[in-house]
């Protein structure tokens, strides 16, 4: 057992009011490990430095979450990726070896497909469509062409885009993305008779944001995944619920990240009370928040 208290943390900026301390520090309480959990908030002139010393023997870092804008900045740091890292092309957990080896993984994908297990939703054979282009819809679309239960198609609309094209003709190079087809027009969504939408831009996040697509065309069967979890209603989830379709938020999501984060730096499955604990804390954070 190691004397020296190791560090785990955040990358981003800029990094507002992150609920990812609260949810690994109980972890580390739980476990009784020599640990802690802190947010790096660090300008992008920063970055070169901070993944020099990251490299030292004496740096007490063996873990790290990398959020907005760094999960494409960070691959060049890594000295090796998961294949599913690679695939998506975006790192959001950082595993140090102690030899300082980094290793890339993305347990954005894995994260939000274990929320849609524990919700019980399938996305085999079904119509998806997604709203936003950036990051997130990057992880999103990964998961959702590779897994087994494939959809029959991913309709995706971007406000820019310029952005969505030159997303999809990244990840053409990455994996087969014959079932997604852009469009230009938010309608073109087909949302009246897509099975599962899912918003994956920061609309919402504004309290007096508006409802990303128009009320009518959502209906009670269908699935809306807002990846956005404070607030927990966004406009969207709430247009959802008053046509009666099903909805989530994007807490789920974040909570499995961060659990299949932690695993890959303790090299460990965690067991069932722990996560409870750490889900409990991540609520009481967002309650406060
Ligand atoms: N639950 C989780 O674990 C989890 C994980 C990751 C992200 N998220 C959430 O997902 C959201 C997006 O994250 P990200 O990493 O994908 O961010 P990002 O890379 O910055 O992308 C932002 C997306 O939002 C769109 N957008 C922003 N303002 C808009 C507006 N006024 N109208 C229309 N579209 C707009 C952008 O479109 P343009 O290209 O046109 O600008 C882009 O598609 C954030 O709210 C984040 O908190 C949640």
Redesign the pocket.
């Known amino acids: 057992m190691r004397s020296k208290k190791i560090t785990y943390g955040i990358i981003g900026y800029p990094l507002r009011h992150t609920l990812s301390p609260a949810m690994h520090n109980t972890a580390f309480r739980e476990l009784k490990a020599n640990a802690t959990y802190k947010a790096f908030s660090l300008k992008a002139d920063q970055l070169d430095d901070f993944f020099v010393n990251l490299k030292e023997k004496s740096s007490p870092i063996f873990g790290l979450n990398v ?3 760094y ?1 494409e900045e960070v691959l060049k740091y890594m000295d090796t990726l998961t294949p599913f890292a690679q695939r998506v092309g975006a790192v ?1 957990t950082i595993v140090i070896s102690p030899e300082r080896t980094l290793t890339g993984h993305n347990t ?1 994908g894995p ?2 497909l274990a ?1 849609l297990v524990e919700l019980k939703i399938n996305t085999k054979g079904k119509r998806v469509a997604i ?9 999103i679309l990964a998961t959702l062409c590779l897994i087994p239960e494939r959809p029959e198609s991913i309709k995706i609309y ?4 310029s ?2 094209d030159d997303l999809l003709e990244d990840l053409k190079t990455r994996f087969d993305v014959s079932i997604i087809q852009p469009v230009t027009q938010v309608e073109d969504l087909n949302v009246e008779i897509a099975d599962i939408l899912i ?7 504004g309290k007096d ?1 508006p409802c ?1 697509v128009d009320e009518e065309a959502l209906h009670s069967n269908l699935f809306v995944y ?5 607030p927990a209603q966004t406009a969207l989830l709430k247009a959802a619920r008053r046509r009666g379709a099903k909805t989530a ?10 659990v299949l984060a932690l695993q890959h730096w303790a090299d460990m499955v965690l067991d069932d009370e722990i996560k409870q604990k750490m889900r409990k804390s991540l609520q009481k954070e967002l309650e406060s928040a």
């Open positions: 959020t907005i804008p999960k959001n954005d994260g939000f929320h709203l936003g282009a950036g990051g997130s819809a990057r992880a971007n406000r820019t885009s952005r969505l918003n994956t831009t920061s609309v919402g996040l944001d990303i807002d990846l956005i979890y404070n938020n994007g807490a789920g999501m974040l909570f499995y990240q961060g």
